[in-house]
């Protein structure tokens, strides 16, 4: 997830409008390349690299330890939206994965053997452990058992259980702060060559809090009418940093506090969010979204909402990497403890009563007209039991859903036709209950 450089729309009759590059953008973008020059620099710095998962990451603990974080999915979706994951997934494919499998992986398994040249065209260096942090995707498990053999190094897991009640219990929470201590710390230790500084790791776990606290007031500037944000196909951007390597850094808290007075200043001016055809001046329709987006065709479906006036006011996807929204933030007096709830508290790791739960509230909360499913063909972490999610939604709130398929990072899922016509048809039905035509 980098910077949202959007596309120069395709529109033949008008100039296309400038995009605008607010501060927190180009922060972002910045932040993005050093990263990216560190990880190439690798070979002369002597600094170790950690392949880890967005879901369960453990940023601070990796940056207290003076690690590199590289994030395969976000290098993945990066690869979708730069329009090479088609190539990666048909190389990966020959080697023997199949179809079905999720596409993150075969992409990244892909960009692998094509050299490991990240998305922004920077050698990555080959890892010098796997973190596996399982926060309820199988997938992980078996992604980081190939990776594994891929480059000979080690893996450190840390298994979080499931919440398959809808809570932590504090032998959860033991449970997970053990396996930090005993397990994953010594672990990193022994890579990085140093004790863990248990201060440096709570002064991050409060740079993290800091900005939680501000990508929090961001979400909710959504609740405000018109909205200032698209908290879907904009809030992939805003969730780059603290989704990826920066969460615990001065640089990330500054972005988040940069991204929230933009975020106010547009709501103070009564103004839309930025689509990729310039601002949105007429909000129609007010849509939660379940589900990840598509990444390979990811301006195309964004304007088929955004052209039609509707804005994503709240979806799931965006709280993949960490709910703060419900209260959750980093407790640098607890740091092992609050890491250990952070993983627990991952959207990956709450069951299916738990996400309808938090559907409602975003419907209601947010004074949504409807909400739409993105059941995409990789992943099953998210689409088991979406089609229970839709029904158990409208007999609660009266509200009507829409489903529509398609995939992460494989362009051959994307029916773009078939899903215009479905997202319109979708809001066609919108606009004729709202008039009284439609019971
Ligand atoms: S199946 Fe879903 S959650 Fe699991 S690795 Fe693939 S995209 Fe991520």
Same mark, same amino acid.
């Given at each position: ?58 940023? @601070? ?37 199949? @179809?079905?499998?999720? &596409? ?17 065209? &920077? !050698? ?46 504090? @032998? ?21 060559? !140093? ?27 959504? !609740? ?28 990330? =808290? ?20 930025? &689509? ?120 609660? &709130? ?13 362009? =051959? ?27």
């Amino acid at each position: 997830m980098t910077n949202p450089t959007i596309d120069a729309p395709a529109t033949p009759s008008a100039p296309p409008p400038v995009p605008t590059k607010d501060a927190s953008q180009l922060r972002q973008k910045r932040m993005i390349a050093e990263h990216f020059d560190k990880l190439e620099q690798v070979p002369e710095t002597g600094r170790k690299a950690v392949y880890t998962f967005v879901p369960g990451n453990l940023t @601070e603990l990796l940056g207290a330890l003076d690690l590199l974080p590289v994030l395969p999915e976000i290098n993945a979706l990066q690869s979708g939206m730069r329009g090479k994951s088609r190539d990666y997934i048909m190389e990966a494919e020959k080697s023997g994965h199949s @179809e079905d499998v999720c &596409t993150y992986v075969k992409c990244d398994l892909g960009m692998k053997h094509s050299g490991n040249v990240s998305p922004t065209g &920077t !050698k990555l260096p080959d890892p010098n452990l796997l973190l596996l942090s399982y926060t309820g995707c199988f997938t992980f498990l078996k992604w980081f058992e190939l990776l594994r053999e891929e480059y000979g190094c080690p893996v450190a897991m840390l298994h979080v259980p499931y919440q398959a009640d809808g809570k932590i219990t504090p @032998e959860m929470r033991r449970y997970v702060v053990d396996q930090l201590e005993k397990k994953v710390i010594p672990a990193l230790e022994k890579i990085a060559g !140093k004790k863990l500084d248990m201060d440096e790791l709570s002064r991050r776990l409060e740079l993290s809090r800091q900005a939680e606290d501000d990508l929090v007031a961001v979400w909710e500037s959504a !609740k405000h009418k018109p909205s200032p944000i698209d908290g879907y196909f904009g809030g992939v951007y805003y969730v780059g940093p603290i989704f990826s390597a920066f969460r615990g850094t001065e640089d990330a =808290r500054e972005y988040y506090r940069e991204l929230r007075a933009e975020v106010e200043e547009r709501m103070a001016r009564g103004l839309g969010p930025i &689509t990729p055809d310039g601002e949105l001046t007429e909000e129609r329709y007010r849509l939660v979204v379940e589900g990840p987006p598509n990444w390979t065709s990811f301006n195309d479906f964004w304007r088929m909402f955004s052209r039609e006036g509707a804005v994503v006011v709240a979806s799931t996807y965006t709280k993949v990497g960490g709910l703060y929204d419900t209260g959750f933030r980093h407790d640098p007096d607890r740091p092992l403890e609050t890491l250990a709830e952070y993983c627990l508290n991952c959207y990956t790791n709450h069951c299916l009563p738990n996400r309808v739960d938090l559907l409602e509230h975003y419907l209601r909360e947010y004074q949504a007209d409807g909400f739409l499913i993105n059941s995409v063909k990789s992943c099953n972490s998210f689409s088991v039991g979406q089609l229970l999610m839709l029904r158990k939604l409208e007999e609660r &709130t009266g509200l009507p859903g829409g489903f529509i398929e398609s995939d992460l990072v494989d362009p =051959r899922y994307f029916g773009k036709a078939n899903i215009e016509n479905r997202v319109q048809s979708y809001l066609q039905m919108l606009e004729s209950r709202r008039k009284g035509r439609y019971a």
